[in-house]
Nanobody, 121 residues
Framework: QVLLEESGGGSVQAGGSLRLSCATS????????MGWYRQAPGKQRELAAI???????TYADSVQGRFTISRDNAKNTVSLQMNSLKPEDTAVYYC???????????????WGQGTQVTVSS
């Protein structure tokens, strides 16, 4: 079973920043795309940002320019720096590991337990 250990999240006012981190084993981290999805109340889970093992990022249009995803190869960790947060960013954020062959729109892959991010206006 793939273990993804998430940390970070919390509550912040609009315009503030938060940082999420997700650690996994070297075997998983080295070969998989690592990313963050989010699910707001009453909505489907959606991609926020994801990065290939080679370091190529993909961002949702809604977070482009505000969120930055990064991989720390020494720590087998993927992080999401979230700046200029908006109330509409409020969601449960899930870490995800997936082979490159799986579309980012696919629900397959390994998932973390989720961490709540709440942005108040």
């Amino acid at each position: 079973q793939v273990l993804l250990e998430e940390s970070g999240g919390g509550s912040v006012q609009a315009g503030g920043s938060l940082r999420l981190s997700c650690a996994t084993s070297e075997d998983i981290f080295r070969v998989n795309a690592m990313g963050w999805y989010r699910q707001a109340p009453g909505k489907q889970r959606e991609l926020a940002a994801i990065m290939t093992p080679g370091g190529t990022p993909t961002y949702a249009d809604s977070v482009q320019g505000r969120f930055t995803i990064s991989r720390d190869n020494a720590k087998n960790t993927v992080s999401l720096q979230m700046n200029s947060l908006k109330p509409e960013d409020t969601a449960v954020y899930y870490c995800n590991a997936r082979p490159l062959a799986i579309s980012y729109r696919d629900e397959r892959g390994a998932w973390g337990q989720g961490t709540q991010v709440t942005v108040s206006s």
